[in-house]
């Protein structure tokens, strides 16, 4: 990110899209490329720019996220997370990561994680 100019720019290696969230939208980031190491070449790579506005929130997260279940076998899908960003974009960045930790954990209820998760999110003012 350019601090001076506010410009974000950035490449997907194939994984599910973060969310950005500013200006009261949310948007994916989804330019990039396929999976890196999924093959000899990457076929093309397009990088992403975006103009942030002056806060704002930036999710990413690997694909053990959408793939936990509850014991009723439904996925925390990416509806799922979408709806998680739209109602606690507001907080910062420890509040938000942690009050998903405590919805993943009531979630999942006594089923265990089938992956690995991973979430990094970033909240600029």
């Not at 790579?45 to 690997?62: A, D, H, R, S, V």
């Not at 509806?79 to 998680?84: K, L, S, V």
């Amino acid at each position: 990110m350019n601090l001076k100019t506010r410009e974000l720019r950035y490449i997907n290696a194939g994984h599910f899209p973060p969310f950005l969230v500013h200006d009261n939208q949310i948007k994916r980031l989804e330019k990039g490329c396929t999976i890196i190491g999924a093959f000899d070449q990457l076929p093309s790579i397009e990088m992403g720019c975006e103009q942030l506005g002056n806060e704002g929130l930036i999710m990413t997260f690997t694909d053990g996220l959408p793939d936990l279940r509850s014991p009723d076998g439904d996925y925390f899908d990416e509806g799922m997370i979408m709806d998680y960003v739209r109602k606690h974009h507001h907080l910062s960045a420890k509040e938000f990561n942690d009050t998903l930790l405590a919805k993943l954990e009531k979630f999942r209820g006594p089923e265990g994680y089938p992956d690995d998760i991973a979430v990094l999110t970033c909240s600029y003012h």
